[in-house]
Nanobody, 120 residues
Framework: QVQLVESGGGLVQTGGSLSLSCVASGRTIGSYGMGWFRQTPGKERDFVASISGNGKTTYYADSVKGRFTVIRDNAKNTVFLQMNSLKPEDTAVYYC?????????????WGQGTQVTVSS
């Protein structure tokens, strides 16, 4: 099992940027895909982005493509989500997870989440 801890959330104005971090412990994650999801109250947890173990393959939800970038530093056992040009509809709790694909059921370890709030 891998323990994941997200950080970097906060309050930002429309058009601003935030960088989220996800630090893993308990196992090195270099051979695993990692993903970012987000969730708002009363809604399902939605896929945001994913990155392969070697960092060479990435996928994004259409809603964030061109604005968000997922990268990883396997030496630091950390995955990042750089978010630019933020919009109020990006407001959510953001989770990182270990796995691969766009479905939550494809992920086995989850962090506790970090709140991102974008003000209009």
């Amino acid at each position: 099992q891998v323990q994941l801890v997200e950080s970097g959330g906060g309050l930002v104005q429309t058009g601003g940027s935030l960088s989220l971090s996800c630090v893993a412990s308990g196992r090195t994650i270099g051979s695993y895909g990692m993903g970012w999801f987000r969730q708002t109250p009363g809604k399902e947890r939605d896929f945001v982005a994913s990155i392969s173990g070697n960092g060479k393959t990435t996928y994004y939800a259409d809603s964030v493509k061109g604005r968000f970038t997922v990268i990883r530093d396997n030496a630091k056992n950390t995955v990042f989500l750089q978010m630019n040009s933020l919009k109020p509809e990006d407001t959510a709790v953001y989770y990182c997870a270990r796995g691969w694909g766009r479905e939550t059921r494809a992920y086995v370890d989850w962090g506790q989440g970090t709140q991102v709030t974008v003000s209009s």
